[in-house]
């Protein structure tokens, strides 16, 4: 997964063809990553350690808003 804080990374996570996550204590605003549609959107950095986890057990959840 691609962790990132600006739009510019979701769109790099895309062109990769990979997962991206991102973080809204950024660049850009979290409505502006909103918009581009990540597969995962955190509000709080202890989400982003709660999310990977939740991962690595294979129970993943993107509700870590």
Same mark, same amino acid.
């Given at each position: $997964?691609?962790?990132?804080?600006? $739009?510019?990374? $979701?769109?790099?996570?895309?062109? &990769?063809? $990979?997962?991206? &996550? &991102?973080?809204?204590?950024?660049?850009? #605003?979290?409505? +502006?990553? &909103?918009?581009?549609?990540?597969?995962?959107?955190? *509000?709080?950095?202890?989400?982003?350690?709660?999310?990977? +986890?939740?991962? #690595? *057990?294979?129970? #993943? *959840? *993107?509700?870590?808003?």
């Amino acid at each position: $997964i691609y962790v990132g804080d600006e $739009i510019r990374d $979701i769109e790099a996570a895309r062109e &990769a063809g $990979i997962s991206v &996550a &991102a973080v809204t204590w950024g660049m850009n #605003s979290p409505r +502006a990553l &909103a918009q581009r549609s990540p597969d995962l959107l955190l *509000d709080d950095p202890r989400n982003l350690t709660k999310f990977m +986890a939740a991962d #690595s *057990d294979s129970t #993943s *959840d *993107d509700t870590c808003t």
